[in-house]
């Protein structure tokens, strides 16, 4: 029997934008217990909580100072485990944000390793002395030339001791060093205390860098940024499989009806298929990310706009290379993208509810479990930020800097792209009603709400039947009744074809077509067996259905499905 999770839909939540309960203008644990019959009634079956452990925020609490615990700001653990019995009840699953390839500068761990070289928890972290000959502290001196993700230096100097920590994204994020077993076993038991506690699961942060090579080779030299990608010594390292392993050895064997979701940044597909085969016993599923940088160029400071051949050849190696062993995780949007329908659709009012609804048919009708992110089934678009000064991301700021000051770009060169791409597209407070902050907050958000809430807003698509909201519903929906979504075949169709996105699924007797025009002007997709399906079955359409012919409105998706023999 297949595992529940392959018919699930995932609903990710980032706490501190979705609901304001006691007015901070930061959301909570209880604005989430408030809204739990939103997600209820949309039909997930799962909800993914980014972090809420205590943390300083400098990552929005993807840097954590204590794992067995509620930040104060969020709620505390009595809160969570009403939270957690509330999802019950509605018969969804909760699974936590795993952060443990870095702990917060702040966690006791990472104070007792900083308070000197003896110290019994030194090699929980990884520090290196200067480079040889160089004075410490000094520009070059850092022990590699690897870049932070966040800008700057991945080694940060301290003084007290004289050498350096390894933080791959912020210098408040120091990496833990998984060679030591010591850490390991911490973190399992972290784990377990979780999953005891009710917890279905974890989604795993950046879970392909915990292993390090321990030489930590340099990075390449490039001729852009001062710092190069040392990524070749610390994504999918050495040992990662056997950390993985060992990990579900000690934390989820035995325990059947957990979810166990990797992030990671420049995975293979060769290697997704070695972390989510369940003979090997290491995860369910992963998150890469080759289709949401299929419009990125080889300079970061340019768009590149999108062509649909590309995301087509992305998407379609992942079905074909996970079609026999492992899992696909389907997503368009999360906290570290823009808003799809800005991105991939069209926004503006003559197509934003169209596009939306059909890149949401396009992504749910592959192989694999779908995420849905928070408002991304209102439609939710990017904000119109004007200046860095309405920015609140550490990835926009530190990039910002390091463009302006060490590359040369000029602010508006590097600010029409953050507008496009940057994180905190996807980090304005949900937009629940007319009301002023959307509904999110009776105080001031944390992050300025969208100004279009008052056309895009739960309250307003609850009582439409044609709103992006419903029709959300009626996807997962024929994902929970029709097996064809979950266990048919995926064959690409048209790869050349730069408007249609057009596949099929086959389970047994049953066949679906798939059809997402790309476009804001209506098509004919070159089918081969066109008369064929014009008489098949419409199962679902985000449009007035199409003429016998399948031309397709502008941005228009459609779901046929028919019986095949043999």
Known sequence: ?????????????????????????????????????????????????SPVYPSPQDDNGYDISDYQDIDPLFGDLDVFDELLAGVHARGMRLIMDLVVNHSSDEHPWFLESRSGKTSPKRDWYWWRPPREGMEPGAPGAE??????????????????????????????????????????????????????????????????????????????????GVFPDGAAGYVNGPRVHEFLQEMHERVFAGRDAVLTVGEMPGVTIEEAVLFTDPRRRELDMVFQFDHVWADRGEDPWQLVPLKLTRLKAILGRWQAGLAERGWNSLYWNNHDQPRAVSRYGDDGPAHRVASAKMLGTVLHLHRGTPYVYQGEELGMTNHPFETIADFRDIEALGQYAEATRKEGRTPEEVLTVLRARGRDNARTPMQWDTSPHAGFTTGRPWLAVNP???????????????????YYRRLIELRHTEPAVVDGDFRMLLPHDERVYAFTRRFGATELLVLGNFTGTPVKPDLPDAPAWSSADLLLTNLTPPPPDLTLAPWQAVVYRRRVEG
């Open 452 to 470: 279009n809430h008052d056309r895009i807003n739960a309250a307003a698509q609850y009582e439409d039947p044609d709103s992006v909201y419903h």
């Open 1 to 49: 029997m297949d595992p529940w999770w392959k018919s699930a839909v995932v609903y990710q939540i980032y706490p501190r934008s979705f609901a304001d309960a006691d007015g901070d203008g930061v959301g909570d644990l209880r604005g989430i217990i408030g809204h739990l019959d939103h997600l209820a009634g949309l039909g997930v079956d799962v909800l993914w909580l």
């Open 143 to 224: 022990p590699t030339n690897w870049a932070a993700a966040f800008g700057g230096s991945a080694w940060e100097f301290d003084a007290r001791t004289g050498e350096y920590y390894l933080h791959l994204f912020s210098r408040k994020q120091p990496d833990l060093n998984w060679e030591n077993e010591q850490v390991r076993e911490a973190v399992y038991t972290m784990m377990r205390w979780w999953l005891d506690r009710g917890v279905d699961g974890f989604r795993m942060d950046v879970i392909n860098m915990i292993s390090k090579d321990p030489a930590l080779p340099d990075g390449r030299v490039s001729d852009r």
